[in-house]
């Protein structure tokens, strides 16, 4: 199994696509993992049928956090470009956060703040190593901001 590849499908499919793939995520983003695994497991792309295993799989191997199963259910947490707005509960953060980003953009980032640039939230990890992760998917060296968290959440911003 090509884990890999699964990964990037199943985020695909969740964050962009779900229409493709005759999927129908709740206001929380979630599918039910049967409806996903369906159909993953149409065409047979991966040699033998997807399971429950492989997603679960997936989600433990990945150093980004991009999916959760919880019940039956599975959705992708962050990275959404889909029309819809997916629902989020409000919970209060770590009292900091990190953001991993291009050279290129901390200018902007600097002078107008975080923003999700077409996606609807900001990525911010609660690690360096996560940010770093995900900053060098567009900037071999990115820039980690340090993010007051508990400050930003005292004046308001929603986490």
Not at 26 to 53: C, H, I, K, M, W
Not at 118 to 141: C, E, F, I, N, P
């Amino acid at each position: 199994m090509d884990y890999i590849k699964l990964s990037k499908e199943v985020s695909y499919a969740l964050r962009h696509a779900p229409w493709e793939y005759e999927l129908e995520l709740d206001s929380e983003g979630f599918v039910p993992v049967t409806q996903l695994l369906q159909a993953l497991n149409e065409n047979n792309r991966y040699g033998r049928p997807v399971t429950v295993s492989d997603l679960e799989r997936i989600i433990e191997c990945s150093d980004k956090k991009r999916h959760e199963i919880i019940g039956d259910k599975i959705r992708a947490l962050y990275g959404h470009s889909i029309p819809m707005h997916i629902s989020k509960e409000p919970v209060t953060p770590p009292d900091v956060l990190y953001h991993g980003t291009t050279h290129k953009a901390l200018s902007a980032i600097m002078n107008d703040g975080l923003k999700p640039m077409g996606r609807q939230y900001v990525h911010l990890s609660v690690d360096t190593d996560t940010a770093v992760q995900v900053g060098k998917r567009r900037d071999d060296a990115p820039v980690i901001l340090c993010i007051d968290a508990a400050k930003a959440c005292a004046d308001g911003i929603v986490f």
